[in-house]
């Protein structure tokens, strides 16, 4: 194995990987990628304290690999597909269990201590592009596809290696014509059936989902003038949002989109990564639809790609963004509810910190407090 690293504080943090092992994980063989550069594109520490120093990191050849941060090495690695693994998450109160999204539209349960796919699930026929798993309920999680399509999934088949979706929700954000194109469209169709289904065509991509709760699942789009959707998971089949929260630029012409979506560590306030190159902040567990707080200071190269995600700390009051310019920034939230500290300079609605030690752009961060030390 051979890797180029940087040194932060006295973490090594590896930003490629080779290797020539060829081996049987989940039923099929590891290519043999000697002198392939594997880039990482997302990473996930695991959720339960018991193994909460592992962290899977999945690269753009398909291939998770599991780093030990108490002793700065990769333990072991395991091929989830052959193209780009999108996105991870472990399963809470299951340190063996972890989802992975990658390729087209597969999606699979993996045991990571024997290094074997308990479970394909199939349903998608869009590029998945979004992951999210309930902490309240770790049987069930949830997967977006660019077509718009939301796929809620259950664990709970041991026996049936492939699980098809629990629930289908379809057309989940679709961006309406405006009122002349439906009129020509109309005309033009002729049937009151394939007009309706030209509008739903317009369905946007899903680009993030968190769970809210045990029954709840909040959805994002390329198109924020389609709102952020309150999903309720108790009601299959029913396809309509309980809640939307409102485009902050609904005036404006333009249609940014969502590259990221977070919940703080109280599942208070939601924040929202906008292509605008502004962090919204939403109060969801009050009745305002529309955002509360912005904060700014994200450059523009850094939203190139719906690939860049916000975090916000289980353990304190930062949220965390990677960027396209090989740094992450960190706002401390703490300067906007303190006031004991009115000497000393406040940052808000800028970043207080700047990560740099990366040769390469940021598109993933993860409980910040374990590789960084915030003075």
Not at 89 to 97: E, G, I, T
Not at 205 to 214: D, K
Request: hydrophobic share 35%; proline share 3%.
């Amino acid at each position: 194995m051979r890797t180029v690293s940087s040194n932060m504080q006295g973490f090594e943090i590896r930003t490629g990987f080779e290797t020539t092992r060829t081996n049987q994980v989940g039923g099929e063989g590891i290519p043999n990628v000697k002198d392939r550069w594997n880039a990482w594109v997302v990473c996930q520490f695991a959720k339960d304290p018991s193994v909460e120093h592992l962290l899977a990191i999945g690269d753009e050849n398909g291939f998770i690999h599991f780093l030990d941060a108490r002793e700065d090495v990769i333990t072991n690695s395991i091929s989830a597909d052959r193209s780009c693994v999108i996105d991870v998450s472990f399963v809470a109160n299951r340190p063996n269990n972890l989802i992975s999204i990658s390729g087209h539209a597969k999606v699979t349960s993996w045991d990571i201590e024997r290094q074997l796919a308990l479970q394909q699930f199939l349903g998608h026929e869009g590029s998945v592009r979004a992951l999210s798993v309930s902490d309240d309920n770790p049987d069930l999680f949830a997967t977006g596809a660019r077509d718009g399509t939301i796929c809620i999934w259950d664990q709970r088949e041991p026996q049936a290696a492939v699980v098809r979706p629990f629930s289908l929700l379809e057309n989940t954000h679709p961006l309406l014509a405006s009122k002349r194109t439906l009129i020509f469209t109309c005309q033009s169709i002729g049937t009151k059936r394939r007009s309706r289904m030209s509008v739903s065509m317009s369905s946007k991509g899903i680009t993030s989902l968190v769970h809210y709760g045990g029954n709840t699942l909040i959805s994002a789009s390329s198109s924020f003038k389609t709102g952020i959707r309150f999903w309720d998971l108790r009601y299959r089949g029913k396809n309509s949002p309980f809640r939307i929260l409102e485009d902050p630029n609904s005036s404006s012409t333009r249609d940014f989109g969502i590259a990221s979506i977070c919940l703080d560590r109280f599942s208070s306030s939601l924040f929202v990564a906008s292509t605008d190159l502004k962090i919204y902040q939403y109060s969801i567990q009050g009745l305002n639809d529309t955002p509360v707080g912005i904060l700014q200071g994200v450059k523009r190269t850094s939203f190139n790609t719906y690939d860049f995600r916000i975090a916000a700390s289980p353990t304190s009051d930062h949220v965390m963004f990677g960027g396209g310019d090989c740094f992450a920034v960190i706002w401390d939230l703490q300067e906007k509810y303190s006031n004991s500290n009115k000497g000393k300079l406040k940052h808000l609605p800028y970043p207080k910190y700047t990560l740099g030690g990366h040769r390469y752009e940021v598109c993933y961060c993860c409980k910040i407090q374990q590789l960084w030390t915030l003075y």
